[in-house]
């Protein structure tokens, strides 16, 4: 079998060639014409990337200098029935066995053919290190920190569900998803640890296996006992689906559009975490990116990827209903967004973001479970009143202000501060006098990560207590946890936390101003700089 080696050509020179962009894909489309800033690839453009910062990867698809033929997406059959994806530490003996029978005859294809295993797998290396540049430029092509990170990893396990389907013949086949929001999902699930599984897989950090219990915010392990890290996790739930989450950018990440200009450079509230806090937590500790699952392009190799990517595109639905999807994006530029993909009958099909907005239409849906986060709104760790007077105290304590961890200036050194400690910034109000409906929202931008080691610091308003830094605590507005890589160009990372409710709770939504405390939790931080602090 021809395997895509991962082939370690740092030495080699990385050069686009010119000219790679035109051909088939490089068409100026009706689109183009009025002036679409819609995002697309340019398949014939693939070239090697940058897995880690020490590892160049060259795995373009057989054959992709010319353009291929492909179809545009159609919805399936309506009448076909309804794949249900359940919860996978739920799942009973039967489905294990079909999936597993699915899975192995995926990974015994041969490399060629696009329904490989490899070559699912070799799907998210490609478009998550920026192997492929746009349509009609030759800007890097990413699909990690925007508006685009739901729909492609819906698009990408929606077709390797009906891949797998096929090979057994079975058109209700659903992929399970790793339920780690709710107490009963929050370790490994069992099937994924069985030897003598397809699912089984070594690359995983082996502190982690069950019965630990998973750490939807993680950053190095801890002593908590199992209630304790189940209480933490479900509060931080309620941070990244429901407080933190009030507006569209919040959820689904910043507005991204085609050309050099166009990218943003803004995860989510999910996808910074539990998304990528748990593929770190997963990829194994022996491995200098905590590859597989630590790093995007060795993530879909580990079959637990799919099972994780199923659960978060099961939270975008999630959260859409509790919007009544008045929060969904209706900018035609996401909507005509579009990837192509090898579908069951070896079709390469060409699919629209619009295409995957409902579920419903694509065959399936989600088995609801309880979700106990919904009502996990924490309370201030401090009386709200006895706070202030501290934090006016805190104020007036000249040396304390002069102290390099704490300032009042918003905008922090030209060439940004590093995060080697945690920083306390004085942030205006402006949300003060606006409208009440709007979402209050804190920016921590201009922030740009050096090193290639997974990066996390967390972010709290008002904090007194160093003591009392917890999700469980109102004071805590967010997080920033990153993954180095993913061919997204030189844009300095914005991070926008919503914190309407979280000042309410801290009576301190009319104050004219308010502390913002960073707090870096990774020794990676050092690498770290953070241009400043506004609302
Ligand atoms: Cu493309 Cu879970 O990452």
Known sequence: ?????????????????????????????????????????????????????????????????????????????????????????????????????????????????????????????????????????????????????????????????????????????????????????????????NNSSSFYYTMRDVSHLPPQTADLNYVSDTNLSPEDQIDINLAFMYNQMVSGARKTELFMGCTYKAGKEGYCNGPGTIELAPHNALHTWIGSSLNPGREDMGKFYSAAKDPIFYAHHANIDRLWEVWREAHKQQLDIKDPDWLDSFFYFYDENLRLVRVKVGDVVDTIKLGYSYEQVHRPWLNMRPKPSYPPKLARQMLKTKEKNKLEMLSRTHVSSPELDTQGRALDASLTVKVRNHWRKKEKEEEKVIVVHGIEVKGDAYVKFDVYVNLIDQFKISPKFREFAGTFAHIPGGGAGKKKIDLKLGVSELLEDLEADQDESIWVTLLPTTPSCSNVTVGGVRM
């Open 1 to 193: 079998m021809s395997h895509c080696s991962c082939r370690d050509l740092t030495k080699m020179i990385l050069g686009k060639l010119e000219g790679w962009s035109l051909g088939k894909y490089g068409v100026i489309t009706e689109e183009g014409k009025r002036g679409t800033k819609s995002v697309g690839p340019n398949m014939t453009s693939c070239h090697p990337s940058y897995g880690r910062k020490d590892l160049l990867v060259d795995c373009c698809p057989p054959g992709f200098q010319s353009p291929l033929p492909f179809v545009d997406f159609q919805f399936p059959d309506p009448q076909s029935p309804l794949r249900i994806r359940r919860p996978a530490h739920a799942v009973d003996v039967d489905y294990i066995a079909k999936y597993d029978k699915a899975l192995s005859i995926m990974k015994s294809l041969p490399h060629h053919d696009p329904r490989s295993f490899s070559r699912q797998a070799n799907l998210h290396r490609l478009f998550c290190t920026g192997a492929y540049d746009q349509q009609n430029s030759n800007a890097p092509l990413s699909i990690h920190r925007t508006w685009l990170f739901f729909p492609w990893h819906r698009m990408m396990i929606y077709f390797h569900e009906r891949i797998l389907g096929s090979l057994i013949g079975d058109e209700t086949f659903a992929l399970p998803y790793w339920a780690w929001d709710i107490p009963q999902g929050m370790v490994i699930p069992d099937m994924y640890t």
